[in-house]
């Protein structure tokens, strides 16, 4: 717009020149967005989708959300080793307030021992906000044995709080 | 009762809002002054009107009246009485009002102005201000009302209601929720607020376009009116993003200040295109050119602005920040898309009228270069649109969710940021109208030539990744040729009125507050990419299990850990605290004392790191875990962050900038004459605010 805009007046030649530059840009900015989404893309998968191997993502990086299991929660502090379990919850915010909200859900996930279940693995420190029945957002890979490893863990606590905190943790 | 109160006052609210819209709209076509100043008058009631509400909120917070939802929900009887009074930001419900507080605070600020030469702006004003805060305050009061209740129907079940149901009680909990502790941070009790005045500010700007639109004056007076909300609205943001890195560096415990969250992006997304138009509308006032394209820019940043609030609450993304699942969703959608639709038709409706008076030839004028710095910013934004909406995008047509993560952003704005630094360096050295690469490079090469000692004192400060050489280059670069102009114009006053150097200097920025109060803007960018570059490209990192007396070490640096402290404190939190001697190269430097606090009211841990800060580095402890009765061992993780307090000192030296360009002038400045609105320009620089 603002070519077009700038270049009403200008001598057809210069017009051209601007036109060119623009158009260099645009396809940098293309170019960058199109090649990194291409790098960095992740799977968001429930972790019935995953569990059911319903998608094949390969040794793709995937992303899986899931409610805590309290009771499986071990850490080897020793090691800075995180293991624990989590159940399937919907993927999709409209079925999760149908079912009546976050928290309800969450609940209901952890209480029913026929909900597919997976390990999870994750190094590091072990984050303030992982408890029973805190939604776990998780981003890394499935290893040969089933286990997700975890390079990322966000969680949240909807039964607590009404207002969202922050909790993440990077691992290497 | 006082709910019941506050609730009226919000209703009164609604309707005096309404009607305010509907006098300014009747005042306007019939040209009546009266009518205009009604409106005028409704707005200026919507103030103490949303005070009385802001204040029942804060009433009921204070007393801690648990039998209201709100209030049970963000606070409890053990928090102190500031946390609970900022509460009332605290949630979602809570921080709508506020919006609507700021907005009718701005907005009548704005009505209270001399209006003498721009008389038909105010109606048009008045309906911008009012429409959105019709908006807000409607959907508080369907949708999000702060003051709806627990009750006990007859039937004995719980219900939320605003009103009392026939037959039930009072429903009152002993005790609420409580502030989640990771939110009981200095930083985090302003950072809302902040963020929320420059949303809010930036609706005056695009009150002003709009009325620009719909009346047809479509000179560059309510870019001249609105400069100083524009910079306002600008320098809040600006804080507010400051501000959230630094609590997520001091509190979240993960050694890092920025981690490209959907709502982080929310509120950057209205910063990028704040900043596109507060360059660009320097071209509109020196050259006449880009006025379709600021027009463009204000409307967008205006429903950014608006998506940024909405994103901030409401479930549409998965972020850390969201937690609020509600319905208000579709509404926030519907109105962005229904103001965006008809701020696009107005434009269109004076397209013509908002064409360029002037051209540009050169491809390295000063104009041209503005227009880079606009498409690179636009490039920005574009990235992280799409990173936003892409999840949403990808269910749409493959049915799967697909999101992309930080790598993405990294990767796609990091070469954009690097070229929008080099051409804040070159920039300011081109020349209205024209330059060429000879009178470029004339003018830069006395620095480009100083500059490339900071590669060589990399080098020999042990740097070896040829990425970091370039970035530091870029940073010495853009900072020397930066000084170089301060220099120039300070050497040619010196010269000229034989003033010393402080006076000239002084006297430089005094005369051209905004052009040199944006050069300190430009110094801080540097100094806080020089953090960024130390942050991203330099963090070390290890972690390990030690006993009392045992040590680690990262890089130079070696801690012991000498013992571990685990007490209550008077305010409900049980603290474990240890405390670590630091070393390095085994010169002693002292203590640092990582620690854990356990919130037993909200049961929920809270680590705060040891730090020990210097320009130079940060090493950043924090406290893991440790065996609870034999001390055998506690485990620590350590991070080596080197420069990141350059980014804290950048942000200071950028917000300083920022205050300095706003500042108001006391002389007129020398403006643009162009023959069709000279009387206009010149006659209006006095009342310019």
Known sequence: MALNQTAAKTSPRSRVKFIIGGLLIVTAVVYLIFTSTQASAQYFLTVDELSQKSVDVGSREIRVSGAVLGDTIQYDAQNLLLTFEVAHVPGDNAEIEAQGGLAEVLHAAVVDTSRSRIKVEYHGVMPDLLRNEAQAIMTGRMNENGVF????????????YEEAVPEQAEGG | MVSNFGFGALVITLIVSIYGIIAAV?????NSLAWVESARKAMLLTFPLISLVALSIIYLLVTGDYQVQYVYNVTSSTMPIYLKVTALWGGQAGSLIFWSLLLSAFASAVTLRKWDRDREFLPWVIVVALVTLVFFVGMSIFFENPFVRFWQTAGGAEAVAMFKPVGATNLTPFDGRGLNPLLRHPGMIIHPPMLYLGFVSFVIPFAFAIAALVTGRTDDRWIRVTRRWTLVAWLFLSLGLVLGSRWAYDVLGWG??????????????PFLSGTAFLHSVMIQEKRGLFKRWNMVLIILTYSLVIFGTFLTRSGVLSSVHAFSQSAIGPLFFGYIGITFAISLALLLQRWNALRSEGEMHSMLSREALFLLNNLLFMGILVVCFWGVLFPLISELFTGQKVTVGPPFYERST???FAALLLLMGVAPLSAWGHSTVKTLGKAMWKPFIASLIVPVIAYVLGVRAPMAFVAFWLCGFVALITLYEYYRGVAARHRKNGENVFAALWNLMGRNRRRYGGYIIHLGVVLMALGIIGIEMFQTETQGTIPPGGQMSLGSYTISFDKLDIFDTADGRNVARAVVSVERDGKPLGQLFPRRDYYYDSQQPMTIPGVRSTMEDD???????????????????VYHNPLV???????????FGTLVAAWPEKEPEPVRVPAVNRKMTSSGVQSAD
């Open chain 1, 149 to 160: 490893v975890a390079q990322e863990l966000l969680l949240k606590c909807p039964t607590k």
């Open chain 2, 26 to 30: 009747y005042g306007a076509r019939k």
């Open chain 2, 256 to 269: 890092g200040y920025w981690a490209w969250d959907p709502v982080e992006i929310a509120a950057f997304m």
């Open chain 2, 414 to 416: 990091g070469p954009l």
């Open chain 2, 619 to 637: 090493l950043y402890v924090l406290l893991v875990d440790w065996e609870p009765i034999s001390s055998t061992g506690v485990t620590f993780k």
């Open chain 2, 645 to 655: 307090n350059w980014l804290w000192l950048g942000g200071f030296v950028f917000i």
